[in-house]
């Protein structure tokens, strides 16, 4: 019985500790005084809305990243995001002004940890490139900490929306949650990379 009372001491405190984290994050976050300038913009998807078209968060995300290109703060694009998000947020790039050719696409991922590694498995981006990463505050620290994981090292966070301040919304408390699950998940599927493990073995566990 006592060791089940430390691991669910441990998870509250994980999650306490990750919420915590997240807001003061959120609270404290100051956007540069000058662009940011980089390689590329990498965007993260959402959800799809019901009608099936972009949601209000990956909309805006994808505006920042045609204001971003706009102001020559990158040359490259990546979209991401699995069920048809990448290509719906590609088409809005495109008719925003950011050419065609710009954009790479990756449209398999389904969750953070996807969005980082299926993006460092596109060969025409170097994992040495500076990535502008685009997302929401609340969601920046741990896709920063995905696509750390997944190989990148120069990574600048671009919060698309830099104005907001906290608020104990779904997407915060999510994060919470997700922190500490994305954490063992990321460490159970380096343990099996470091052994050899056929990756098509585990990645659906990342979704």
Request: charged share 15%; hydrophobic share 50%.
């Amino acid at each position: 019985m006592g060791f089940f009372r430390w691991i669910f001491a441990i998870a509250v405190l994980s999650v306490w500790t990750a919420l915590i984290g997240t807001a003061l994050y959120v609270a404290l976050f100051t956007p540069a005084d000058e662009a940011p300038t980089g390689d590329v913009i990498v965007v993260l998807g959402g959800d799809a809305d019901p009608a099936g078209g972009l949601n209000a968060q990956t909309s805006l995300r994808v505006s920042t990243a045609v204001a971003l290109f706009e102001a020559e703060a990158a040359v490259q694009v990546v979209m991401s995001g699995g069920d048809g998000v990448a290509d719906a947020m590609r088409d809005m790039a495109v008719a925003g002004g950011i050419p065609p050719e710009a954009i790479l696409v990756e449209g398999a991922s389904r969750s953070t940890l996807q969005n980082a590694l299926f993006t460092a498995d596109i060969e025409e981006l170097d994992k040495d490139a500076a990535i502008l990463l685009v997302t929401h505050k609340y969601h920046l620290p741990r896709a920063n900490a995905s696509f750390r994981w997944a190989g990148f090292s120069d990574i600048t966070n671009v919060a698309a929306n830099p104005d907001a301040g906290i608020e104990f919304n779904q997407g915060l408390l999510w994060e919470a949650v997700k922190w500490p699950y994305n954490i063992l998940r990321a460490a159970a599927a380096s343990a099996a990379l470091a052994g050899d493990v056929p990756r098509e073995s585990f990645i659906k566990y990342l979704e």
